[in-house]
């Protein structure tokens, strides 16, 4: 017994030399950042002329005066204002439906493009996510085969650039989830997945939960009353139960007012959608905690309506004034021709048009400091991510940003992000694309030191 434990304290000891030595090893890179100002979105306040000293992915000490270590990397961002990256809570990166050829129907998208199409359409967008500063994206469904969460682990590995990605795998949905396919497509061609789950029964429920999260989940998303035949409260608190055995928080998408009410009432962590939400639903999920990732879309010339537009404002201003937990989001999944810039007429990015979100809520009049923490702080909540990243806080991985002038009295400042780290690494300085380290013909990185999903 004594000899066991003893080769067992040998082992230990074995364990903690290679762990120091391979974080030795990433750690060899330290780099200083010189931050002009650097906001605190939590507190909302500026600290001026702070040092962030990073080694290797992780944030070391953060301070005005830090001595610089001899062979630090300097990154001079002391005329700007230096922030934590920004979270859309709610986007579909790998579903882009057009007007032409499938007349915005994204059934036809599903039926037209191959899933190696969308993973790399969902590629593309996060890299053009952020590049306008966007480093952590909730991507909630209608993601292909699965290509969400592949998308996460190449990102994970080194493969390419792109925002921490937070997948939910194949929407969760009873009979027909949000599609009314016809019987023969239905039955005879299977129609729904990958698109959607059909989960009708507790065991149904339970199943498809456990096979998204082994295929690569870290979010579970519930259809609560995409059909008249949606989830009951036990369902829903089944959903959450069985999602957090691996570790999965729940948003169900609401189109109902019932619907809501069973979300509410199961304790569901975030809210999809805010258009069924009534001012008694804003208070109940105020006093609950529950995240709204209300998709607010502004009205723009690619987009929208003026009437629609009224109606969001009014109910994002609402859900405001009842202190609801807000996140910035988009549901952003179409394109069409006329998402061009106004004066040069070049093709707005995917980035671009998800930061002009900020409309909506400047037309509610919501304060800058909260915007601000609802586009970051409460991202990195809704993302369940921010004991690992999102502050700028000694331990925490190095993803920040940096903007001219102060978003805390002029939100729209982030609207033109000059500066992106991710990792530790430099995607964007200058206001222009710099990704070469991101780029490898291979894994390099072992997130969670295995390769495993
Ligand atoms: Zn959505």
Redesign the pocket.
């Known amino acids: 017994m004594r000899y066991v434990t003893r080769l067992l304290s040998v082992c230990v000891v074995l364990t903690c030399m290679i762990i120091s030595v391979g974080a030795q090893t990433s750690s060899a890179r330290t780099t200083a950042i010189k931050a002009g100002r650097l906001i605190d979105p939590e507190t909302a306040t500026v600290a001026t002329n702070q040092v962030i000293l990073l080694e290797g992915e992780r944030i070391k000490a953060v301070g005005p005066n830090l001595a610089i270590p001899a062979g630090a990397t300097i990154i001079d961002l002391s005329k700007l204002t230096v922030l934590p990256g920004l979270v859309d809570s709610?986007?579909?990166m790998a579903l882009t439906y057009k007007e032409q050829p499938e007349n915005n129907y994204y059934y036809l998208t599903f039926v037209m493009e191959s899933t190696a199409l969308r993973a790399i359409q969902a590629a593309s967008n996060g890299i053009q996510l952020l590049n306008s500063g966007f480093t952590v994206v909730r991507d909630?469904?209608?993601n292909a085969m699965y290509a969400d969460t592949a998308l996460r682990q190449a990102i994970e590995q080194g493969w390419l650039p792109g925002p921490t990605v937070i997948p939910s795998g194949a929407i969760i949905g009873s009979t027909g989830g949000q599609f009314w396919p016809t019987p023969e497509m239905y039955k005879d061609h299977k129609m729904m997945f990958p698109e959607y789950i059909d989960a009708d029964t507790p065991g149904e429920i339970v199943k498809a939960i456990r096979q998204n999260m082994l295929f690569g989940a870290r979010t579970i998303k519930l259809c609560i009353d995409c059909k008249p035949w949606g989830y009951s409260v036990d369902d829903i608190k089944l959903a959450i139960s069985e999602a957090a055995k691996g570790g999965c928080k729940v948003e169900g998408?609401v189109q109902t007012a019932d619907g809501a009410q069973r979300a509410i009432d199961a304790g569901i962590y975030i809210i999809?959608?805010g258009n069924a939400l009534t001012p008694e639903h804003h208070r109940q999920m105020a006093a609950k905690g529950i995240f709204l990732a209300g998709?607010d879309t502004p009205f723009t010339k690619y987009r929208g309506t003026e009437a629609a537009f009224k109606q969001t404002v009014a109910k994002l201003r609402d859900a405001w004034e009842k202190k609801v937990p807000l996140t910035f989001s988009t549901?952003f999944?179409y394109w069409n021709e006329r998402m061009k810039d106004d004066k040069t007429g070049r093709w707005l990015t995917r980035g671009e048009m998800t930061i002009a979100f900020l409309d909506t809520w400047k037309a509610a009049n919501i304060p800058p400091a909260d915007i601000l923490r609802a586009i970051t702080i409460n991202g990195y909540k809704a993302a369940d991510v921010i004991k690992e990243r999102g502050p700028i806080k000694p331990g925490l991985f190095a993803d920040l940003i940096a903007v001219a002038g102060d978003p805390l009295t002029d939100i729209d400042a982030l609207r033109n992000v000059l500066f992106v780290m991710k990792n530790g690494m430099v995607f964007k300085k200058d206001g222009v694309m710099t990704p070469e380290n991101f780029f490898h013909p291979g894994p390099v990185r072992t997130p969670n030191g295995r390769w495993t999903r």
């Open positions: 709610h986007t579909h909630v469904g209608n998408h999809g959608h998709t549901d999944d």
